[in-house]
């Protein structure tokens, strides 16, 4: 009788244990997946402008695909600064099987006309971003001088067959877009941030510099190794949507030339 008094005496005491401490009886939750949300691409953009905006750098001439459409991943400002005697620019090209002209073009402030710095041609196979490496040099001419500005353009032949003869060069019935690059010299205080080897630091480098086109560049690249990160997607959906680029946030990275 004492021993059945005792334990439902224990009872009694685990029960009401239980009702001052109910998460001691109850299953614990699961634990809901983080949150990912962008912490190292702060870009902040430099104090320079180029004339007009994005969407007056397109041109679509009448023959023209509405749906055909190239975008170029510049900075709201119109011209993006980089470190590189061969940096890599990007854009959007929105259909496969594109046949693309690229331009890279001399800025002159005086009436001289413009000087063609770089040529080439490609085809896009599939849409999505593309990237467009610009040599260091042509021969024994480096391309790209430190403290000069140059326009890079993106052309379709929307009527191929009509730029023959009298009308070789006229672009009206062409679709094309224009950004600008501006070579800057390398401080030495940044020279030695950048000396870091985590990747992850050189590319907080360049977005708290202002430097776009190094740090599209490089979260690409860090992309294009690991495609699943969930991290780098958040970065680079938030360097996109900075600059309003929201539309192509999540395009694909697909092919360079």
């Given at each position: 009788m004492k021993r059945f008094l005792h334990l439902t005496a224990l009872a009694i005491a685990l029960s009401a244990i239980v009702g001052i401490f109910p998460s001691l009886s109850a299953p614990m939750p699961a634990k809901s997946a983080p949150i990912v949300s962008s912490q190292n691409v702060n870009f902040?953009?430099?104090n320079v402008t180029a004339p007009g905006n994005r969407q007056g750098a397109t041109h679509r001439g009448p023959k023209c695909p509405a749906d055909l459409s190239i975008t170029p991943l510049i900075p709201e400002s119109n011209v993006g600064l980089t470190l590189s005697q061969s940096p890599t620019l990007f854009a959007y090209v929105s259909h496969a099987g594109t046949q693309v002209q690229f331009s890279l073009?001399?800025?002159k402030e005086t009436k001289d006309p413009d000087e063609v710095v770089y040529e080439t041609a490609f085809k896009v196979d599939n849409a999505g971003i593309i990237a467009v490496t610009i040599p260091a040099a042509a021969g024994n001419k480096q391309l790209m001088e430190v403290g000069k500005r140059y326009q890079w353009s993106l052309?379709?032949?929307c009527s191929p067959g009509e730029n023959t003869g009298e009308n070789m060069g006229d672009r009206s019935n062409d679709l094309f877009v224009t950004?600008?690059?501006?070579?800057?010299?390398t401080q030495p205080s940044l020279k030695n941030d950048l000396a870091n080897p985590d990747p992850m630091a050189r590319l907080s480098v360049y977005a708290k510099n202002g430097i776009w086109y190094e740090t599209v560049a490089t979260l690409a690249e860090m992309r294009r190794k690991t495609p699943d990160d969930a991290q780098l997607?958040?970065?680079w959906t938030q360097l996109l949507?900075?600059?309003k680029l929201d539309s192509i946030a999540n395009q694909p990275l697909v092919q360079s030339f």
């Open positions: 902040k953009p430099p073009i001399t800025e052309a379709v032949a950004g600008s690059v501006e070579r800057i010299e997607t958040a970065e949507q900075s600059q």
